[in-house]
């Protein structure tokens, strides 16, 4: 199957910083990306879907001027989370799809706000 | 009502018993039916993908759809340890790549 990373694995940061996750599809072009966020025990959230070189289209509640999304190239996706707060800690996962409908996830980014 | 529904568990088996996996959903459109597996910490892996209804088997795994009562099912034989996780239906439309997702079955496979 295709293959999608992610970096960095896991962060740690202090309350009021930004944080940038990567998502690259390595073998394949993935025209559209997606961004989860993940709480323990729980299911996996959409919070936003780019298509690349177009701006994401964020899920209800999720605000877009925090969580920056930039898509821009086939292969690279970006989530940047902005002054981030202990309530942002979360599992971070994306996916990208390419042209069937199928998506491939990235192993997830583990992000804590101190 | 939720769009998807899953039952969280956990499913406790021993090792080598048949394994069955459900999700009901509402949405009649939904076309394309997925499983997921997710290890602790992990990002989730495509296991089985099926478009409409019918059967699908991979190895020990077995998907089915039956739109008529909007239920799919994830069969897994021979069960082993190392297939303790949690174990994701999603399903969607299919025209906007949106996935609606279940909660996830912890399954526990002991040896």
């Known amino acids: 199957g295709a293959v999608v990373s992610q970096h960095p694995s896991w962060v740690i940061c202090k309350s009021g910083t930004s944080v940038k996750i990567e998502c690259r599809s390595l073998?394949?072009?993935?025209?559209?990306m997606f961004w989860y966020r993940q709480f323990p025990k729980q299911s996996l959230m959409l919070m936003a879907t780019?298509?690349?070189?177009?701006?994401?289209?964020?899920e209800q509640g999720v605000e877009k001027d925090k969580f920056l999304i930039n898509h821009a190239s086939l292969t690279l996706s970006t989530l940047t989370v902005t002054s981030a707060h202990p309530e942002d800690s979360s599992f971070y996962i994306c996916?990208?799809?390419?042209?069937?409908?199928?998506?491939?996830f990235g192993p997830g980014t583990r992000l804590t706000v101190l | 009502q939720k769009e998807v529904e899953q039952d969280p568990g956990p499913l406790s088996v021993p090792e080598g018993a048949i394994v069955s996996l459900n999700c009901t959903y509402s949405?009649?459109?939904?076309?394309?039916f997925m499983w997921y597996r997710q290890y602790s910490r992990k990002g989730p892996e495509l296991l089985m993908y099926?478009?409409s209804s019918g059967n699908k088997e991979d190895g020990r795994f077995t998907a089915q759809v039956d739109k008529s009562s909007k239920y799919i099912s994830l069969f897994i034989r021979d069960s082993q340890p190392s297939d303790s996780a949690t174990y994701l239906c999603?399903?969607?439309?299919?025209?906007?790549?949106?996935?609606?997702w279940g909660a996830g079955t912890k399954l526990i496979i002991k040896p």
């Open positions: 073998d394949f072009q993935a025209t559209t």
């Open positions: 999603a399903m969607s439309a299919g025209s906007n790549y949106q996935l609606i």
């Open positions: 949405n009649s459109a939904f076309q394309y």
């Open positions: 099926t478009y």
């Open positions: 780019s298509n690349e070189g177009s701006k994401a289209t964020y």
């Open positions: 996916s990208a799809a390419g042209i069937s409908n199928e998506q491939f």
